[in-house]
Structures are given as C-alpha cells and as structure tokens.
C-alpha cells in the first residue's frame, strides 16, 4: 500500500515556475514507478510527466517537454514536479501517481495504482 500526499502548488503568473512534491509512505515506494497528471475544469485527467523506480528513466508528455522536469528523491521517498515557464494552459489540479514497473511507460490514469488528493495550479496571463 501507498499514500501518497502532493503539495507546492499556487497561483503564479505566467512564465513563473512552480515545483511540486508527492510525498509518498509505504515501504514499497521505491519499487513503483511515479506519474504526474493533471486536469483542467471541463477536461480529462491528462498525463504530464512519469519516471522510473531507479530514478534514471524519464518520459514526458509533448506538451510539457522542455519545460517540466520529473524527479525523485528516494532516500525521501519523494517525487517532484519542477515547473518552468508557466503558461496559463497549464492550469489545471495536478495530482501524482504510482504504478507498479511494467513494460513501456504508462500514460493512462486507469494504469496507475494509488493516487494523491492533488493540488491546483493556477496560472494568470
């Protein structure tokens, strides 16, 4: 089992940066892969950002790649969210995610095991 607690988001303006954390417990946090999505008002919960167990694995949605950076710190059992050049588009509750290692990198919400509660990011132009 894993709890996992997300903190850090707000309101920024645009071009602004943001880090997220995903504080997580559970004796197994290590093992699983970790996942950011988000989901603005009206829109489905869309992938943004996933990473390895090891930590040395990334892999991003188009629309965020070259601005957000996923990381995580183990010893911590945390994972961050590292947020730059803020667009207003991006708003949105962002919410962090753990899946169990499988083959290929896991885009889709149902394929994640435990989730946060989120946090809103809000973005004025």
């Known amino acids: 089992q894993v709890q996992l607690v997300e903190s850090g988001g707000g309101l920024v303006q645009a071009g602004g940066s943001l880090r997220l954390s995903c504080a997580a417990s559970?004796?197994?946090?290590?093992?699983?892969?970790m996942g950011w999505f988000r989901q603005a008002p009206g829109k489905e919960r869309e992938f943004v950002a996933a990473?390895?167990?090891?930590?040395?694995?990334?892999y991003y949605a188009d629309s965020v790649k070259g601005r957000i950076t996923i990381s995580r710190d183990k010893a911590k059992n945390t994972a961050y969210l590292q947020m730059n050049s803020l667009k207003p588009e991006d708003t949105a509750v962002y919410y962090c995610?753990?899946?169990?290692?499988?083959?290929?990198?896991?885009?889709?919400?149902?394929?994640?095991?435990?989730w946060g509660q989120g946090t809103q990011v809000t973005v004025s132009s």
């Open positions: 990473i390895s167990w090891s930590g040395a694995s990334t």
């Open positions: 559970g004796r197994t946090f290590n093992s699983y892969v």
């Open positions: 995610a753990a899946d169990r290692p499988q083959a290929g990198w896991a885009t889709q919400w149902y394929e994640y095991d435990y």
